[in-house]
């Protein structure tokens, strides 16, 4: 008999060779029915393999992440075999799952594939997951796997198979096909119902390009047909509100090859934009006590060997710039903190004077390999909205909350109502991992968990997931189609204070070491852009959006009347532009509505004589005819709805 440990403690005893799949059973049918994928002891098995020994099983249904990997990767192989039969002659190489799919890279020495094929490689391996076949993992020798792979001359696998070492290679087999494969399949093909070749592309063997170039066959699949539509669904919403179509359509950013790949160039649209956000953001940081900085956008390389940035960051990153005479070093500043250390530095506190709390729009410059790079979320210069707070240990939960504050302040009132919380702390197993003293750890540790049941917060803590200099919080935010960001993080540093040997007197009168809270609400000026685009589709809320209002005269009679009309807008700090070209006003509300004005206020004959504007909403509602002062109001009532005070 062997014990079985479940994911809810409970022990469970077995006899030896039971399979996940019969666990599942003996826990219920409906639970059997649903398991795709499993792990025992932290490695991924087969459903059916047997289990010999005690350990610890995890079982894995369509909604776990893991059970889709387990579902992808089984797809690829189906995928593959149905490239098999349709490109004889095809060599295959690998094909896994990746966060949305998977994908086969095939060498296709006869043939290419385009669109125009993807259905029916999509109906042949439909076909062939109807047919229910139970995917079945065997152990072959090193000598049997070359051969076989040698006889269909595939020189690919032959490749990987010589790196593996003789006794730990696995063939995976379902109706007439073979692959080389590790294993982790869901029981049979029958489960997928709907798959959908999604693109091809250009790959090199290995990512190396110097080797073959292999075709890259990009799908997805799914247990129900009714999911791949609305995934579909999903794709084309999510292409519609691509950052980068919307960013140039709204004419906010733009690149240039000229200056560089990575280093977005802001239009005046989108530097508005950004100058509101910014705005916004040092307003309720005033209020909550924080002092505007500025420092240089470089620093001598022998700053960052102090911070520790020059460990990390240093040799795969931009290099340092030399002065012609000198012959000093400098360094494009990768980060804002040690230049704050320095501003701490620059005279003596004491504890009374803390916290210390410094802002800057930081702008920093890293390094990112340029096919990595994409629109405004992976570049190579970006502003953070970056502040360090300098406290004392007993500070440290106050000061974490106040954070935590300005943070749902700035989410609330940019429309995000989705997100949660991941705390991430120490591994208490790896104690030695971590600098500082346990004493503080376990204080700020508490701070964070206190802060965010105390405000309310969604949160999960992460064992392990912390730096190694200090705990951290960072939001998540999910966007209007469910998408998962990243955002801003608030992160507790024992570190730099000692490196940079920063110090306060204490009530004991000697000198004590303060704590560094780093936190940027909006993460990044260009990461958060990117995200509310994404997010509202372009539909700014009505006090960030660049232009409020644009007046559309019926007639070239109506100018004189809608510049008054934009004068008392501006008067009431109305954001408004007047479109008097000579177009008609139907093509003039197409224009506004693609352009996501929010208010189109069309000024004719009636309106001048009765003195007001015809108003129609961005989305087509009619409000009619109305006064300016009603407008204003009007205006004035729904930026007040959604920016919250703070
Ligand atoms: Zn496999
Ligand atoms: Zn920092």
């Known amino acids: 008999m062997i014990n079985i440990t479940l994911p809810d403690g409970s022990i469970k005893e077995f006899e030896s060779g039971i399979t996940p799949m019969e666990v599942a059973k003996s826990i219920s049918e409906g639970l059997a029915r649903n398991v795709i994928s499993a792990n025992f002891n932290g490695a991924v ?36 075999q149905a490239l098999e039969e349709l490109y004889p002659g095809v060599k295959l190489t690998i094909g896994p799952a990746i966060d949305n799919g998977f994908y086969y890279d095939v060498d296709l020495p006869n043939d290419t594939i385009s669109e125009k094929d993807f259905p029916k490689i999509e109906q042949k391996a439909l076909e062939i997951a109807r047919g229910k076949h139970n995917y079945k993992m065997r152990s072959v020798s090193k000598s049997e796997a070359l051969n076989f792979y040698k006889e269909q001359g595939n020189e690919y696998k032959v490749e990987l198979i010589e790196n593996l070492e003789d006794g730990t ?42 080797n073959t170039q292999l075709t890259r066959v990009y799908g997805i699949s799914f247990p129900k047909q009714k999911e791949l539509t609305e995934y579909l669904e999903l794709l084309e919403e999510a292409k519609k509100r691509d950052h980068r179509k919307l960013g140039k ?13 990575g280093l977005p160039l802001w239009l005046p649209k989108g530097a508005a934009l950004r100058e509101r956000l910014e705005q916004f953001l ?48 400098f360094l494009l500043k990768p980060m804002n903190c040690p230049h704050h250390c320095e501003i701490y530095n620059s005279k003596p506190f004491s504890y009374r004077e803390l916290p210390k709390r410094y802002a800057e729009f930081g702008t920093v410059y890293r390094y990112e390999q340029s096919g990595e790079l994409h629109g405004l979320t992976r570049v190579r210069g970006f502003t953070q909205d970056d502040a360090h707070i300098f406290c004392t240990p007993d500070q440290v939960d106050q000061e974490f909350m106040n954070v935590i504050d300005l ?11 989705d997100f949660t919380a991941q705390v991430s702390i120490r591994d208490p197993k790896t104690p030695d991992k971590y600098i500082g003293s346990v004493d503080n750890w376990e204080k700020a540790e508490n701070a964070i968990i206190n802060a965010a049941k105390e405000k309310g917060l969604d949160y999960v803590i992460e064992e392990g997931e912390a730096a190694f200099y200090g705990p951290k919080l960072d939001f998540m935010v999910k966007d209007a189609l469910g998408r998962n960001w990243q955002l801003g993080t608030i992160q507790v540093d024992y570190t730099l204070p000692e490196r940079f040997d920063l110090t306060y007197k204490g009530s004991d009168n000697e000198l004590h070491r303060p ?77 506004a509505e693609m352009n996501k004005i929010p208010f189109m206020l069309i000024v004719g004959e009636d309106d001048e004589k009765a003195n007001t504007i015809s108003v129609r909403k961005h989305g087509g509602d009619d409000l009619g005819a109305i006064t300016i002062e009603k407008f204003t109001d009007l205006v004035t009532k729904e930026i007040n709805s959604t920016l919250k005070s703070f």
């Open 282 to 329: 040092k307003q309720a940081q005033k209020k909550a006590g924080y002092e505007m900085v500025v420092t240089p956008h470089i620093g001598q390389k022998e700053l960052y060997v102090t911070s520790g940035h020059y460990a990390k960051y240093g040799e795969d990153s931009f290099q340092p710039i030399k002065t012609p005479k000198e012959d000093e070093e």
């Open 169 to 210: 290679i696995t063939f995976c087999d379902h109706d007439t096909f073979t692959d080389l494969c590790r294993g982790g399949h869901i029981p049979n093909t029958g489960i997928v119902k709907a798959i959908k070749i999604l693109s091809v592309a250009g790959a090199y063997w290995r990512g190396d390009e110097h």
């Open 249 to 261: 359509e709204l004419e906010l950013f733009t690149f240039s090859q000229k200056v560089g790949q």
């Open 407 to 417: 943070s749902l302040y700035v989410l609330g009132s940019l429309g995000f109502e």
């Open 45 to 80: 098995i087969e459903t059916v393999t047997p289990l010999q020994e005690d350990g610890s099983l995890v079982l894995y249904t369509w909604r776990d992440k893991e059970g889709k990997t387990a579902f992808w990767h089984s797809t690829s192989h189906i995928v593959a």
């Open 515 to 591: 704590i560094m809270i780093h936190r940027a609400p909006f993460g990044s000026m260009e990461r958060f852009i990117a995200l509310l685009l994404e997010h509202t589709g372009g539909n700014f809320p009505l006090w960030l959006i660049p232009e409020q209002a644009i007046i559309l005269p019926v007639s070239e009679k109506h100018e004189k009347y809608a510049e008054k009309v934009l004068k008392s807008l501006e008067n009431n700090e109305i954001r408004a532009l007047i479109d008097s070209r000579n177009e008609t006003v139907g093509k003039k509300i197409r224009e």
